[in-house]
């Protein structure tokens, strides 16, 4: 009888140990490679749907390809923003334009320019917009100053006037029509 509690003994042991090991080597220790793509969805300032923004990492930078629906014609200032939070209607919980090495605003301001400043959206007379630009000034690698996805995020804004790119803080862009969270 005595001998019969130790082999069981010894075997209940034996399981725990087998499965503490299984355990164990299921666990993995490498970090997650940050993201090569993301997809951001961009609304308007009724909390609707307006079109998306496909954001690819790319030599040094960030491919922005960004399509929507539902504006007004003509140029939009389009910038990514400090914080990854859109409060509809006017999206100033975005924070100010993405700006970690603190630049003036514009690519014609001598001081400039923002991580966040891009090109102007253009809009068609049938409220359609397509946008498709590299930009070097930020990168999709979260270990770098100048990383979209920084600790909590950042976002893409979409402006209601065409950026003028020179005068700070946002080439006199006007109100927020658009936002769209990245992280």
């Known amino acids: 009888m005595k001998s019969i509690k130790i082999i069981m003994t010894l075997s209940l042991g034996l399981l725990v140990l087998t ?12 970090a997650a490679s940050p993201p090569s793509e993301l997809q951001v969805s961009l609304i308007g300032s009724s ?5 998306t ?44 334009h993405f700006n970690p090495f603190k630049k003036e605003h514009g690519f014609h301001n001598p001081k400039g320019f923002h991580a966040g400043d891009l090109p102007n959206l253009v809009v068609d007379a049938q409220g ?5 630009a590299i930009t070097k000034s930020a990168v999709l690698l979260p270990d770098k100053p100048n990383s979209l996805l920084k600790q909590g995020g950042t976002s893409l ?8 790119l020179k005068t700070d803080p946002s080439g006199n862009s006007g109100k927020r029509i658009a936002c769209g969270a990245v992280k």
Do not use: M, R, Y
């Open 47 to 51: 909390g609707q749907s307006i079109g």
């Open 53 to 96: 923004a496909h954001l690819t990492s790319v030599q040094d930078g960030v491919q922005i390809d960004l399509q929507v629906s539902g504006l007004t014609p003509g140029n939009h200032g389009l910038h990514f923003h400090e914080k990854a939070v859109c409060e509809a209607p006017n999206f100033d919980s975005a924070g100010a």
């Open 128 to 132: 359609n917009g397509k946008f498709n």
């Open 157 to 164: 804004v979409i402006h209601e006037k065409e950026d003028d």
């Open 19 to 30: 499965a503490c090991q299984s355990v164990k080597s299921t666990v993995t220790t490498e």
